[in-house]
């Protein structure tokens, strides 16, 4: 893999956290499912051997991938200009169809999670609000439309 991956400091955090436990929690409930599986005799027929060593397997992708990620994380200012909307920015919108108020925090395709309003900069509304400033007003080209806001106000 290549280039920056942009994290807040609580998303880094995550990662870590995440990293330590495929390394020791998930690394010996494996082991030992796997030393389990051993005992039932035969490793050449047998289902749970297999079972947990693809599951095994698996883990140890994830642990390189995350590791590859951490190798490239980038954490965020949380000083960045307030004045247009960036990675890291809270951005207050108001929906200029329906009136209705919006906040979108925009992060990176690792942390976001649209339950806790976390939008990823290379989403359509994401992208569409970089670069932007206060009370401007953006169109955004989705699939299913356009989308009009007005940046009510940027945080951090």
């Known amino acids: 893999m290549s280039g920056d991956i942009y994290l ?4 880094y955090e995550k990662l870590v956290n995440d990293l330590e436990y495929l390394k ?11 030393g389990e599986a051993r005992a039932y005799g035969d490793i050449s027929e047998n289902a749970e051997y297999d079972a947990a060593k693809d599951a095994q397997g ?5 642990i390189v991938e995350l590791e590859d990620k951490l190798a490239r994380v980038r954490i965020l200012d949380k000083n960045i200009s307030k004045d247009e909307v ?13 009136l209705e108020e919006l906040e979108y925090t925009l992060v990176s395709e690792l942390e976001a999670d649209y339950n806790q309003n976390k939008i990823s900069i290379s989403s359509p509304v994401g992208g569409g609000l970089l670069g932007h400033k206060q009370n401007e007003i953006v169109e955004i080209i989705i699939p299913a439309g356009t989308l ?7 945080s951090r």
């Open 86 to 98: 960036l990675v890291g920015a809270t951005v207050k919108l108001k929906d200029m169809v329906t």
């Open 24 to 34: 020791t929690v998930k690394r010996r409930a494996l082991a030992k499912a796997i």
């Open 58 to 62: 698996h883990n140890e992708k994830q």
């Open 148 to 154: 009009k806001y007005k940046i009510i106000e940027i």
């Open 8 to 11: 807040t400091q609580e998303g």
